[in-house]
Structures are given as C-alpha cells and as structure tokens.
Nanobody, 118 residues
C-alpha cells in the first residue's frame, strides 16, 4: 500500500503560479507511473498530468504548455508546477499512482485545494 500526501495548494490570482507537491510513503517499489487528477465542483475527476517511471510525461490539452509534472524518486516526491493559472484551473488536486502490473491509477491522497481568482 502506498500513502500519498499532497501540499502546496492555495489562492492565487489568474496568471499566477503554484507548485503542488506529493509525498509518497509505504510500498514505494510498487509505484510505476504517478499522476495528478483534479476535480472541480460538479465535474468529474480528470487526469491532468502523468509521468512514467522513465520520466515520460503526458498532459490534458487544457494545461499543455502551462503545467509541468516532475518526480524525484530519491525523495519519493512528485510535483506539479502550474503557471499562467486560469479560473478554470480551480479544483481540488489529487496525487495518484499506477502500480506495476496494473493499467489504472489507484489510491488518491486527501487532495489540495487550488483556487484561482479572476
């Protein structure tokens, strides 16, 4: 089992930046890919960014060029740098992981609120 704890959310003006962090603990060796989901009120949870064990990244179209996902395996951390934030980025952001041998993400942290004021 892997435990995930997110931090770094907050209130920021449109055009500003935030850096989210996620600390992983527990069965670290089971982690393959890691990702960030977000969920806005009334919306379904969507995968915003993902990074493979080899460092290959992917992003939902709405954040390409603005968000950057990275991971530091030595520290068991994954980050989401968010620049040029827009009001539509307002959501609760969750860290998640995909275990080796599974094709889906499992387990989420408690989430961190990001609010972008226009």
């Amino acid at each position: 089992q892997v435990q995930l704890v997110e931090s770094g959310g907050g209130l920021v003006q449109a055009g500003g930046s935030l850096r989210l962090s996620c600390a992983a603990s527990g069965s670290i060796s089971s982690i393959n890919s890691m990702g960030w989901y977000r969920q806005a009120p009334g919306n379904q949870r969507e995968l915003v960014a993902a990074i493979s064990s080899g460092g290959v990244t992917s992003y939902v179209d709405s954040v390409k060029g603005r968000f950057t996902i990275s991971r530091d395996d030595a520290k068991n951390m994954v980050y989401l740098q968010m620049n040029s934030l827009k009001s539509e980025d307002t959501a609760v952001y969750y860290c998640t992981y995909k275990p080796w041998g599974l094709a889906k993400y499992v387990s989420w942290g408690q989430g961190t609120q990001v609010t972008v004021s226009s």
